[in-house]
């Protein structure tokens, strides 16, 4: 045998350099499927011989604070497809069945993807055709036989007992996964929803289940409940009076909340209109984001004289001010050259303290805010919470808005000490409220009371939280006699609740529309404090663009704090005292003003009305208790608009007759007194000019010249 030749010899080596790297190829392509990717395969794989079905974990309840279900999941049902198991001669008549059942809402088109298997590139085993469907649909599908593909099993559905009750608040879930979409479903869904789990099952080939196959069950994990702050029964009655408000006063909104003024504690929440949180309107997204706003937390607005409580805290507790301060209104104020008017355009004169408050007067609020400066009044507006969210653990809260006070003027400074140029939102001023006449403490408002497990057990509990501490008590006990007075005496009587002491603020904000007032378009609000000596329950509502009567805050809103807050404290257990002389108010209904005038006369009762034709409406209503002296709303069919805040805008009489004078001023809410004997002809005079503004109910002096 020859010695090998040199060719040979590289022959040979070429040949080991080619198989060892095809080996080396080998090696690391199986290394690559046996380590880097076995995960991949090995999924791949059970895909393939598995079938992998989930099981809906039971999502967790929602309760209010006495165990009462708000939201709860009950069973549904859902209908699944197994491809494979399809044949395709079948595809279209399975499409065809399902597309006709009505509770399906599908059409042929979107079935048949699915049905085909077209729906992706890669091929799937199991498909969710249809999720939350009731027994009657569920029981259509499987009437119909359509073969093994074709699967109906148990899952859940998001269920509200109450419909619309506290819908904003609550929100909903989507109709796919069943994960909240708005409201505490959206902010709290990682604890109410669960973990699902997981059913296994070995299949052959052709996807059919292996008679002895194995399965492996791998149970869900139910979602945590929520127990909340929201009294359902107080609730219901918040939702009565903003429904009325809503009605009565013909307007576009209302909104109220209750708080515990002690706590923080949100016992009631609401806007109207609302929605069924079962049904919420998904196909209109306009309106469904407009309905499912919850306002209370999500949107700012000028509050007005509501504020008020605010300025009157602050001036008080940084000593700008003392319990003898007096004003003189001329009815305006010139701050640096700017003429700043008070509500009523005669003026109020001198008064004390607390009669600024019961005269709602803007000159005393622009004089306290001044004495204070913008440094210590902006300190005691952020201590009372302004400009930031509250923490309440409600979703889209607004920080309100609040100014950087090197922008701030005089002008703005007076401004605000009256509520305006500047914004809040109704959480924020209910809270800075609950501190002015609780003895001076911001509570933090919360309204998740509790969260439990699906057992039962407790894991998270909420403590009534002190942020800070804002004004004294002695401060806080002054603010609170000053407030009863109000509502006693001055702008805030329509909140009187016989046997209970009440105090409150009234409130008529100006809305902005693209950076502007809104002509016509007002905010009426009423702060209503109850009982004063040691108050437990703050109450505000909101009445938004109200369209009847003359709008302001003691009469479009005050009534229905009354009512939400008298229903309150007697659920509560809280008993009447004192000894206000009480009548029942008589049905008014159908009459015209002067005969209801002269009834309510008879009873003890005044009558407020703008126009002087039939009732349509009156508050408080027929039967309803009434602290004599006080007053009656009456509504009438030609209820005519005039906007003002407590005020009126005068007109020319001039060249009209007696006839004509009187039932305009009527209309106007007015008064009529004839200077002279003479009344026969036309008006040439009268007591206030034209364009001036004079108070609500106020006389007016005409003089009547010969024919």
Not at 358 to 370: E, H
Not at 381 to 400: H, Q
Not at 490 to 495: K, L, V
Request: with cysteine; aromatic share 8%.
């Amino acid at each position: 045998m020859g010695k090998p030749t040199k060719l040979s010899r590289n022959r040979v080596f070429w040949s080991s350099v080619i198989v060892a790297v095809l080996f080396g190829f080998v090696v690391v392509k199986l290394f690559i499927i046996q380590l880097v990717q076995a995960e991949k395969y090995q999924s791949e794989a059970l895909s393939q011989w598995t079938r992998n079905t989930a099981v809906t974990a039971k999502r967790g309840e929602i309760m209010d604070i006495n165990g009462t279900v708000l939201a709860q999941s009950a069973t549904a049902y859902k209908v699944l497809i197994w491809p494979n198991r399809i044949q395709k001669d079948e595809w279209e008549r399975v499409s065809t069945e399902l597309a006709n059942i009505e509770g399906l809402n599908l059409s042929y088109e979107y079935i048949y993807k699915r049905v085909s298997n077209t729906l992706t590139e890669k091929p799937l085993s199991e498909i969710v055709l249809a999720r939350q469907l009731e027994r009657d649909v569920a029981d259509e599908i499987v009437s119909l036989q359509l073969g093994p593909g074709v699967v109906i099993a148990t899952d859940t559905k998001r269920y509200y007992p109450y419909g619309d009750l506290l819908s904003q608040v609550l929100g909903f879930t989507n109709k796919v996964e069943g994960n909240g979409q708005e409201g505490l479903e959206l902010k709290y869904n990682k604890y109410l929803a669960g973990i699902d789990g997981r059913m296994l099952t070995e299949r052959d080939r052709d996807g059919h289940s292996i008679a002895y196959g194995t399965q492996e069950f791998i149970p869900p994990e139910d979602g945590n409940d929520l127990v909340l702050t929201i009294d359902s029964v107080v609730q219901a009655f918040l939702e009565k009076a903003l429904d009325n408000a809503l009605k009565v006063n013909n307007a576009k909104s209302a909104q109220g909340i209750i708080m515990n003024a002690k706590t923080g504690a949100i016992v009631a929440i609401g806007s109207l209109p609302s929605f069924d949180s079962n049904n919420p309107p998904r196909s209109d997204v306009e309106l469904l984001g407009n309905l499912s706003r919850n306002r209370i937390v999500a949107d700012a607005y000028e509050p007005g004289s509501t504020f008020k409580i605010i300025t009157l805290a602050s001036a008080l507790d940084s000593g700008a001010i003392n319990t003898n301060f007096t004003c003189n209104c001329p009815g305006a104020r010139y701050v640096n050259g700017q003429r700043i008017k008070c509500w009523r355009s005669a003026g109020h004169g001198t008064q004390n303290l607390t009669k600024c408050a019961d005269n709602s007067c803007n000159c005393a609020f622009i004089d306290m805010a001044l004495a204070m400066g913008t440094e210590e009044f902006y300190d005691y507006i952020y201590k009372f919470g302004f400009g930031n969210t509250t923490g309440s653990g409600l979703g889209s809260e607004s920080s309100g808005i609040v100014t950087h006070q090197k922008y701030i003027r005089d002008t703005d400074i007076a401004r605000i000490g009256f509520g305006q140029s500047i914004a809040v939102t109704p959480l924020q001023l209910v809270s800075a409220a609950c501190a002015a006449v609780n003895g001076g403490n911001l509570m933090q408002p919360y309204i998740v009371a509790k969260m439990l497990t699906a057992d039962g057990k407790e894991i998270f509990s909420a403590n009534p939280t002190v942020v800070r501490r804002v004004i004294s008590e002695q401060t806080s006990k002054t603010v609170r006699e000053i407030l009863e007075s109000v509502v006693q005496n001055g702008s805030g009587r329509n909140a009187q609740i016989a046997g209970y002491r009440v105090g409150g603020k009234t409130g008529t904000a100006q809305k902005y529309e693209n950076g502007v007032i809104a002509q016509g378009k007002l905010i009426a609000s009423f702060i209503g404090i109850a009982p004063m000596d040691d108050p437990e329950f703050v109450c505000l509502i909101l009445v938004d663009e109200p369209q009847v009567g003359v709008i302001f805050g003691s009469t479009v809103a005050a009534p229905f704090v009354k009512q939400a807050l008298e229903e309150t404290l007697r659920y509560y257990g809280f008993a009447a005292e004192g000894s206000e002389e009480t009548v029942m108010v008589p049905d008014l209904y159908g009459k015209t003003v002067s005969e209801a005038q002269q009834i309510l006369e008879d009873v003890g009762l005044n009558a407020t009305f703008q126009a002087t034709d039939k009732i349509v409406n009156q508050i408080p209503q027929p039967g309803e208790m009434a602290i004599k002296g006080t007053d009656v709303l009456l509504y009438t069919e030609s209820t005519s608009i005039v906007i003002t805040e407590d005020t009126v805008s005068m007109i020319s009489f001039i060249g009209m007759t007696r006839l004509e004078a009187y039932d305009k001023l009527k209309e106007m809410g007015l008064k009529m007194e004839i200077s002279g004997t003479y009344s026969g002809g036309l008006v040439t005079w009268q007591s206030i000019g034209y364009d001036k503004e004079v108070e609500f109910g106020a006389t007016i002096t005409l003089v009547f010249g010969s024919e």
